[in-house]
């Protein structure tokens, strides 16, 4: 089997993750022209960090073709939805994918989390009794705050005390009952699926393994069997199967020993000689949280400054494909304000590439640029 190098697979996952520059490809158009489009490419995107997760998706668009506010605009027209989906964390999906994606992750998931469940008393009778109560809080097109729904539930003497009140979201969201709506200031609502998204026909459990397959090595290839089944929370045979099924359309080689299947339509573009792209990812990127190993895009003596011990994943200054120091925004009275923390200096003149992504995310938010450190 042929080998790539580390520089091939950085220039196909920039290819395949839509963060280069990509010409008209046959199955798929060489620029987003929706939200949802580009949501729908990458699978599903990580969406702990709502405003990050925002600009994990306008930062797959031709700049500037979108805005930070029309982003929202695309979730509010309920063309995109935000919920518990793949490993029980928070995701934006496209909204004609958030069922289907639910039936194929939810059982493995289940059998997981089986054991957190009875740490807080919850069973199946539990939530025989708890679902319909929950049902009950939000039906007629409410949205409710956590704060709101958990008093909601008290008064139907639902117990949401401790971890029980979100192990509750986490089970009805996984069921299908519930996703967020829209947004109060900073705070989510939830409001029922089936009031929130129209019907969608059932999805057979072989053709949503093989589509989650096709998405996943399309956007996230080069990649290893064990990226695909921890990311897509899929038990292990089901994600192999999955694999096996979308073979055909892929291409595989080895890297570090492993073998990494990507899109046969994926073209990779090496960066100009010396001149290696700059750009601002967001925190819990889908470049750097969507494999299990990361060495080809960081070195492991700075991961732990991208990466902390409690999970997060900071908004990463990517350097030719490799993360080279992380940063930060935030808005002051002149606009916005952007501070860089490079691992290693920079390469001399990169102080106008710097600029530049850093001007394309102030025009993301549709904010003037104030200041680049």
């Known amino acids: 089997m042929a080998e790539i190098s580390r520089q091939e697979l950085i220039a196909l996952r920039l290819a ?43 930062s797959r668009f031709a700049a500037p073709a979108v805005t930070d506010a029309a982003i929202e605009d695309a979730l509010a027209r309920r063309k995109v939805v935000r919920s518990w989906v793949l490993r029980g964390t928070l995701h934006l999906t496209a909204a004609t994918d958030l069922r289907w994606l639910l039936a194929l992750a939810a059982p493995a998931l289940l059998t997981r989390t089986a054991a957190a469940y009875r740490e807080v008393n919850l069973d199946e009778a539990a939530f025989r009794k708890i679902l319909p109560a929950l049902r009950q809080c939000l039906e007629g097109g409410q949205q409710l705050t956590r704060a709101e729904l958990f008093a909601a539930l008290a008064r139907r003497r ?3 005390e401790g971890q029980r009140g979100g192990r509750i979201l986490y089970r009805a969201a996984q069921a299908g009952l519930i996703c967020l709506g829209d947004p109060q ?19 057979p459990r072989e053709e949503a393994l093989k589509k989650l397959a096709q998405r996943y090595f399309a956007s996230h290839g080069p990649a290893t069997l064990a990226d695909f089944t921890w990311w897509s929370g899929l038990a292990a045979g089901e994600a192999r199967a999955a694999l096996e099924m979308a073979g055909p359309g892929l291409a595989h080689a080895l890297f570090g020993g492993d073998t990494v299947w990507w899109s046969k339509r994926t073209q990779a573009f090496a960066q100009p000689a010396g001149k290696p792209a700059l750009q601002l990812l967001a925190g819990f990127d889908e470049y750097v949280l969507g494999y299990t190993e990361r060495q080809a895009i960081i070195d492991t003596a700075h991961a732990g400054k991208l990466m902390t011990p409690n999970g997060l994943f900071r908004p990463a200054l990517l350097l030719g494909g490799r993360v080279a120091g992380t940063w ?40 003037p640029l104030a200041q680049v450190r």
């Open 185 to 203: 200031g900073k705070q989510a609502r939830y409001t029922l699926l089936d009031e929130w998204l129209p019907p969608q026909p059932e999805l």
């Open 16 to 58: 395949s993750q839509r963060l280069a520059p990509v010409p008209s490809m046959p199955s798929g158009p060489a620029d987003f022209k929706r939200v949802e489009q580009a949501v729908q490419w990458m699978g599903a995107v990580q969406a702990q960090e709502y405003a990050h997760a925002r600009w994990a998706v306008g």
């Open 158 to 160: 639902i117990d949401t």
């Open 328 to 367: 930060q925004a935030e808005v002051k009275k002149g606009g916005l304000s952007i501070s860089t923390a490079p691992f290693t200096p920079l390469p001399r003149g990169s102080a106008g590439a710097l600029r530049l992504a850093a001007q394309r995310y102030a025009a993301f938010m549709g904010l």
